[in-house]
């Protein structure tokens, strides 16, 4: 027999789907009007590239006819639920409620012949606020997101293909148009009330830590369709590039320059596509944000990285895999009361396979590993291991090409470094299983 919570949790959820499917899907959103194309020329699912969307993105979003005001719109609805709240409902605000989660504005597409732009500035209704009480508040807040604007050309001559240009950006692998490194990589859409929760797993620098924190300059090129090289550089997103972390709190400032650099094969034969290559960075962060007298940390990612796509409809296959090495060197000033260790690693594995039928039924399994040095202050656990594993499993169906419904469960295997009884309070890995019921919706 069902609980009280797992009856409120699906009637909640019911409720979400029949309010949605009263909406009526008028219009595509920005790139598809620009093209012509449908949604699925670009993309598997949103945020998934096809070889057709890895051109356009290549090109600069140049490709189709320059609109006076390219805008679009998207909108995110949800209901989360973890697993065992251990009678501290506190530490779980919203747990299995109705929420409005986010709505985001595009500047995308074609600004000139050569010139375009993907500009996300999103609208967050879920920025938790802790309160005296030990509760939590919640507000809503617009602020940038991820921006990557272009400048491209391409030269066909005498059988060469040669596609080039420069990204600016604020964050690293944004630009990239392979899913497999971080900026897009999977799971492309998870429950902010699970951050706000503060649960996760480790992350290396390059994973996010620097989304619209820094501002960066890439050059790119892309030789006959196969061989793809990208350097460029990145540094704080303040001052003069303060817009790109417009409204949001500095909190990893880096220090000068910053090298990135990326390197790709990539092939097609028919309905299949590949893609192997290597990308990182080297980056110098500051202890404190707001003192640049307070010493620096050091980190060097390393990551390689495939992709395999096989798109005949009526069945679509993609899979991408990622590892990332991270070496870190911390500030001297920390050692002994920060962190345990002068210098730490941590190795993050992510792993996706995702089926389609009639690019209207998904099913996406996904596999994450991170595993780092026993350090036992920078990781407040008994084991001192920042250990996390776990699989995330998820349906979607597309009620039209720009509008999703999916359920996603998150299953932790470890967590904190250890299975069981991880924070010495009796709590296990799985009690931070997350399940979560979203809708999609973009103009």
Excluded at 40 to 64: D, Q, W
Excluded at 160 to 187: C, E, H, K, M, R
Excluded at 274 to 292: Q, R, S
Aim: hydrophobic content about 35%.
């Amino acid at each position: 027999m069902q609980n009280k919570a797992t009856k409120q949790y699906w009637k909640l959820g019911c409720a979400l789907l029949l309010a949605l499917t009263s909406v009526v899907s008028q219009a595509l959103p920005a790139f598809a009007r620009q093209t012509g194309q449908n949604c699925v020329a670009c993309h598997v699912s949103f945020p998934e590239l096809t070889p057709y969307g890895r051109m356009f993105k290549l090109n600069g979003y140049t490709i189709g006819k320059q609109k006076v005001v390219p805008l679009a719109a998207m909108a995110i609805a949800s209901t989360t639920h973890v697993a065992n709240q251990q009678g501290n409902s506190q530490a779980y605000p919203r747990n299995g409620d109705l929420e409005f989660e986010s709505a985001s504005l595009f500047l995308a597409g074609k600004l000139g012949e050569h010139v375009g732009a993907f500009s996300q500035w999103t609208y967050n209704n879920l920025n938790p606020e802790a309160l005296p009480n030990g509760g939590t508040k919640f507000t809503g807040h617009f602020t940038v997101d991820n921006n990557d604007w272009r400048v491209a050309d391409r030269i066909t001559q005498d059988g060469t293909d040669l596609i080039y240009g420069a990204s600016v950006n604020n964050n690293p692998t944004v630009q990239d148009v392979w899913n497999s490194t971080p900026g897009f990589s999977y799971p492309y859409q998870t429950s902010r009330l699970q951050g706000a929760w503060g649960i996760g797993w480790p992350a290396t620098l390059i994973e996010g830590a620097l989304a619209q924190q820094s501002a960066g300059m890439t050059a790119y090129m892309m030789l006959d369709k196969h061989f793809y090289a990208e350097f460029g550089a990145y540094r704080a997103a303040n001052g003069a590039f303060r817009i790109f972390s417009e409204n949001l709190h500095m909190g990893t400032r880096l220090k000068a320059g910053n090298p990135y650099w990326r390197f790709a094969y990539s092939g097609e034969s028919g309905a299949d596509s590949f893609e192997v290559g290597t990308f990182g960075m080297a980056a110098n962060v500051y202890v404190d944000p707001l003192d640049v007298t307070a010493g620096r940390n050091r980190y060097r990612d390393f990551g390689v990285d495939a992709q395999y796509q096989h798109l005949l409809d009526p069945h679509v296959w993609t899979a991408q895999a990622s590892f990332i090495h991270e070496k870190e060197s911390w500030d001297p000033s920390l050692v002994g009361s920060a962190y345990a260790n002068s210098h730490d690693t941590l190795n993050s594995f992510h792993l996706k396979g995702s089926y389609w039928y009639n690019r209207r039924y998904g099913a996406t399994l996904g596999y994450f590993a991170e595993h780092g040095s026993t350090d036992a202050l920078a990781n407040a656990n008994p084991s001192g291991k920042p250990d996390a594993t776990g699989w995330i499993g998820e349906f979607n169906y597309m009620i039209e090409q720009n509008w999703r419904l999916g359920l996603q469960y998150t299953a932790f295997q470890k967590y904190q470094g250890g299975s069981s009884n991880y924070d010495g309070n009796g709590r296990n890995a799985r009690d931070n299983n997350i399940t979560y019921l979203y809708t999609w919706y973009a103009y």
